[in-house]
């Protein structure tokens, strides 16, 4: 299985140096050919050179006792050449919850990634300074309630300020949020920029239409792909993902990785 890569660019007038912040943002690995598509996976986002790889969920596949071995190697591969930041999808978060099915994989996945460099983004943050600029990366867990079948729910205005607390109005905010269902949630709490995947793109995409449905069996949904410019000044990117899980099938729907150039804004 291939992939495509989707290129977006944000300017900023709170972005000053001239060479701004490239990042590669991948998203729901799940199932892929791992011999092949983790090789080119790499040397594609070596091309790009970024500043930073930020995973944003679902790289691994709790649905029964899958082996975490094929993210584990991408991941771990990637932070021998750049920095890696990890935010959790409802996989990973699943692994961490149901102990009776997976026992200690989820702290064990987290450990093996941890011990080769990447860094861990439960709830967390990691600060990116170049010159005078400050990007903070954030990753944040969603819980269960808010992945419910065939409907979006409602998040409670408190909820991102509760679990990432206040964000500095000094730094730029990249806020990796596994679910697109949120995005005024998202950019109300402070996100200049949302990154985002769960829906695979939409699993098949009609002519006109769009994405067909979610893996929470949503039909078009709204935001399955692509670039939202939102109320207010957010920006969220939605990523197609790498892989499949369940419904094996991509139709019209390439894989994709997903580069950010974030740059200054010319006055």
Same mark, same amino acid.
């Given at each position: 299985m291939?992939f495509?890569i989707a290129?977006?660019?944000?300017?900023?007038l709170?972005?000053?140096e001239?060479?701004?912040?490239?990042?590669?943002?991948l998203?729901?690995?799940?199932?892929c050919n791992?011999?092949?598509?983790?090789?080119?996976?790499?040397?594609?986002i070596?091309r790009?050179?970024?500043?930073?790889v930020?995973?944003?969920?679902?790289?691994?596949?709790?649905k029964?006792?899958h082996?975490?071995n094929v993210?584990?190697?991408l991941?771990?591969?990637?932070a021998?050449?750049?920095?890696?930041?990890v935010?959790?999808?409802?996989?990973?978060l &699943?692994?961490?919850?149901e102990?009776?099915?997976?026992?200690?994989?989820?702290e064990?996945?987290?450990?093996r990634?941890?011990?080769?460099?990447?860094t861990i983004?439960n709830?967390?943050?990691?600060l %990116?300074?170049k010159g005078?600029?400050?990007?903070?990366?954030?990753? %944040?867990d969603i819980?269960r309630?808010y992945?419910?079948?065939f &409907?979006?729910? /409602?998040?409670?205005?408190?909820?991102?300020?509760?679990? %990432?607390?206040?964000? /500095?109005?000094?730094?730029?905010?990249?806020?990796m949020?596994?679910?697109?269902n949120?995005p005024?949630?998202?950019?109300?709490?402070g996100?200049?920029?949302i990154?985002?995947g769960?829906?695979?793109?939409?699993?098949?995409?009609?002519?006109?239409?769009g994405? %067909?449905m979610?893996?929470d069996?949503?039909?078009?949904?709204?935001?399955?792909?692509?670039?939202?410019?939102?109320?207010?000044g957010?920006?969220?990117?939605?990523? /197609?993902?790498?892989?499949?899980?369940?419904?094996?099938?991509?139709? =019209? =729907?390439?894989?994709e990785l997903?580069?950010l150039r974030?740059?200054?804004?010319?006055?």
């Amino acid at each position: 299985m291939g992939f495509e890569i989707a290129e977006y660019e944000i300017r900023s007038l709170r972005i000053t140096e001239a060479e701004g912040f490239t990042f590669v943002f991948l998203s729901d690995l799940h199932i892929c050919n791992p011999k092949d598509q983790n090789r080119k996976i790499r040397e594609a986002i070596r091309r790009f050179r970024p500043d930073a790889v930020l995973s944003g969920g679902d790289m691994v596949l709790a649905k029964g006792r899958h082996s975490t071995n094929v993210p584990e190697e991408l991941l771990t591969g990637l932070a021998e050449d750049f920095p890696v930041y990890v935010a959790n999808g409802n996989h990973e978060l &699943r692994m961490e919850e149901e102990r009776e099915v997976y026992k200690n994989q989820a702290e064990e996945y987290r450990k093996r990634l941890e011990s080769a460099g990447c860094t861990i983004l439960n709830n967390r943050s990691a600060l %990116l300074v170049k010159g005078a600029d400050r990007v903070r990366i954030w990753g %944040l867990d969603i819980p269960r309630h808010y992945y419910p079948k065939f &409907r979006r729910a /409602s998040m409670e205005p408190s909820f991102l300020r509760d679990s %990432l607390g206040e964000p /500095s109005k000094e730094e730029y905010h990249i806020l990796m949020a596994h679910s697109p269902n949120y995005p005024e949630a998202y950019a109300a709490w402070g996100a200049d920029v949302i990154l985002a995947g769960h829906f695979h793109g939409g699993t098949i995409r009609l002519p006109f239409l769009g994405a %067909l449905m979610s893996p929470d069996f949503q039909l078009f949904p709204r935001y399955a792909h692509g670039r939202f410019d939102l109320a207010g000044g957010g920006v969220m990117l939605v990523s /197609s993902g790498l892989g499949v899980h369940s419904v094996r099938l991509r139709i =019209n =729907n390439p894989p994709e990785l997903v580069v950010l150039r974030l740059g200054r804004e010319e006055l």
